[in-house]
């Protein structure tokens, strides 16, 4: 069964908007990864965040991970129509012995 | 470095038919990972291998083999094609225990009639 669940499903904004994403997970982590889709290809890694850290920047992205409520949140600041694609947030559950488990994704849309 | 390279890109396979999906990296990884992407389902992991030597089920094994053939290359079998595996797959590897970032493959879209 999947662990994570993002929210929303999809989500559309206006180029230069920041776009909020949401990843909650059910189990306790080692960490909490976020990765991009474009479309027909394969995933790429954006960020990392340990279970002991409650920020983390990378450029433009932004992720938060609250431990107590089992959430992470992934900001993109100043949006680009070049960041539209899916994104899926993927947990290393503790004990999972090498594996992550990977949420639905959700379709983001940047209008230019 | 090519990183994670699978083949073929595209298959269609009629019902009972076997193929065998390959995938190599050049990361040195130890760990690989095969996965299918359905509409709506996110990634599902198949199987996996942590370190050379070593397969493990994943969520939705069944229908498929796995062989971790050496460090490099980590392929997936199926054995009598099914529609239900009408799906994109996807290779991934990583240093599991150095660093936890999963690279992945192009994908191969097999289609099974």
């Known amino acids: 069964s999947q662990q994570g669940e993002e929210d929303p499903q999809a989500l559309s904004i206006q180029e230069g908007e920041n776009a909020t994403m949401n990843c909650s997970y059910k189990?306790?982590?080692?960490?909490l990864q976020w990765y991009r889709q474009n479309s027909g290809r394969g995933l790429v890694h954006l960020i990392l965040?340990?279970?002991?850290?409650r920020e983390k920047h990378s450029g433009r992205l932004r992720v938060t991970l609250d431990t107590s409520k089992k959430s992470s949140s992934l900001l993109i600041t100043a949006s680009r129509a070049a960041d539209t694609a899916s994104y899926f947030c993927?947990?290393?559950?503790?004990?999972?012995?090498?594996?992550?488990?990977f949420g639905k994704g959700i379709t983001l849309s940047v209008r230019p | 470095n090519a990183g994670v390279t699978q083949t073929p890109k595209f298959q269609v396979l009629k019902t009972g038919q076997s193929m065998t999906l390959q995938c190599a990296q050049d990361?040195?990884?130890?760990?690989m990972y095969w996965y299918r992407q359905d509409p709506g389902m996110g990634l599902r992991l198949i199987y996996y291998?942590?370190?050379?030597?070593?397969?493990d089920k994943g969520e939705v094994p069944n229908g498929y083999n796995v062989s971790r053939l050496n460090k490099r290359e980590f392929s997936l079998r199926l054995e009598s094609a099914a529609p239900s595996q009408t799906s994109v797959y996807f290779c991934?590897?990583?240093?599991?225990?150095?660093?936890?970032?999963?690279?992945f493959g192009p994908g191969t879209r097999l289609t099974v009639t």
């Open positions: 965040i340990r279970s002991n850290e």
């Open positions: 990361m040195n990884h130890n760990s």
């Open positions: 189990t306790s982590i080692n960490n």
């Open positions: 991934a590897s990583t240093s599991w225990g150095s660093s936890y970032e999963q690279y």
């Open positions: 291998s942590a370190s050379e030597g070593t397969t």
């Open positions: 993927a947990t290393d559950r503790t004990g999972a012995n090498s594996k992550l488990t």
